[in-house]
């Protein structure tokens, strides 16, 4: 059977919360660019004795019963499931680097690390603006904020064709299109249908406020003075029975709503102001639009 490349999302910060953007810690990440390494910390005088060695289950229990933590054996566990020729993306000092794991992790000689490994060369991709826009929309979930985690999806394919390794190229289709943009280009989609559906509404710019965490942005009808508002997620299920019974969310003609990840349940019988988006209708409008096409086409086919 075929293996398998699997991406990691790992931190190499194995700081303090008040160390993090010490001196000390940028210099480390220095390190980890200039000799090609990366790694997890908690280390203990108590692991010496494994120094240099690979992972195997044994150390791996051990050392679980040494620190005893939870984050350090979630931590731990994932990095146990790293194998030569997965690929690895890590953040250091601010620019995002992509490379090619050499080996399985071993026990680590550096006094900040406890497992480490390294790559065949860090490749550099560049700063949040400059990574793949469904990779970066990725990246901002809650999952990607620890020490390690695995990245699947459509965002792993970019990843391993971003290393080097040159898989084909994924079909994307109405099941899956909205994995191959990052939230931000969705909530832009989104306004391009509804401009569609609404051809006299105008987007207000300022209305996109990070207080408004139930809606994305406001367009307006200067004639009727009326407005429509849209809510959009990614990986992210939307609860529609919020829209549809708290008062404040009455006040607009329409609420579009659109989630790759579905809806909790709801009944569908009075759905009032509220117009859920079918996977359909925004992919016809995703597909007939070159601007949002040329996002997808280095990694991406449109069937």
């Not at 289709?173 to 569609?196: P, Q, R, V």
């Amino acid at each position: 059977m075929e293996k398998t490349t699997r991406v990691w999302f790992v931190q190499c910060k194995p700081f303090s919360k008040s160390e993090i953007k010490s001196k000390e810690c940028e210099d480390f990440q220095e390190y980890c660019r200039s000799n090609r390494i990366f790694g997890m910390g908690w280390n203990k005088t108590e692991f010496n004795d494994y120094l240099g060695k690979e992972f195997d289950s044994k150390i791996a229990d051990y050392f679980k019963k040494t620190v005893s933590t939870k984050c350090f054996t979630r931590a731990q566990n994932l990095y146990g499931e790293m194998r030569a020729q997965d690929v690895v993306l890590s953040r250091l000092n601010g620019i995002y680097y992509l490379g090619i794991i050499s080996f399985t992790p071993k026990v680590s000689t550096h006094e900040r690390l406890t497992w480490y490994s390294e790559v065949i060369e860090w490749k550099r991709l560049g700063d949040n603006s400059e990574i793949p826009h469904h990779v970066r929309g990725k990246l901002s979930g809650r999952n990607y904020q620890g020490t390690v985690a695995e990245i699947d999806g459509l965002s792993a394919i970019s990843l391993i064709y971003l290393a080097g390794i040159k898989p084909p190229k994924k079909k994307i289709n109405e099941d899956n299109f909205f994995e191959s943009i990052g939230d931000e280009d969705l909530e832009d989609l989104m306004a391009h249908y509804m401009s569609i559906k609404n051809k006299n509404y105008i987007i207000l710019p300022s209305s996109c406020k990070k207080d408004t965490p139930d809606v994305e942005y406001i367009m307006y009808d200067p004639k009727t003075e009326k407005s429509i508002t849209c809510q959009t997620k990614v990986n992210k299920k939307i609860d529609v029975n919020r829209y549809l019974s708290e008062k404040i969310f009455r006040e607009y003609e329409t609420i579009y709503l659109f989630s790759g990840a579905g809806y909790d349940k709801y009944d569908g019988n009075d759905l009032k102001n509220i117009s859920i988006v079918s996977r359909k209708e925004l992919y016809d409008v995703f597909k007939a639009n070159r601007h949002f096409l040329s996002i997808i086409e280095t990694f991406f086919d449109v069937e």
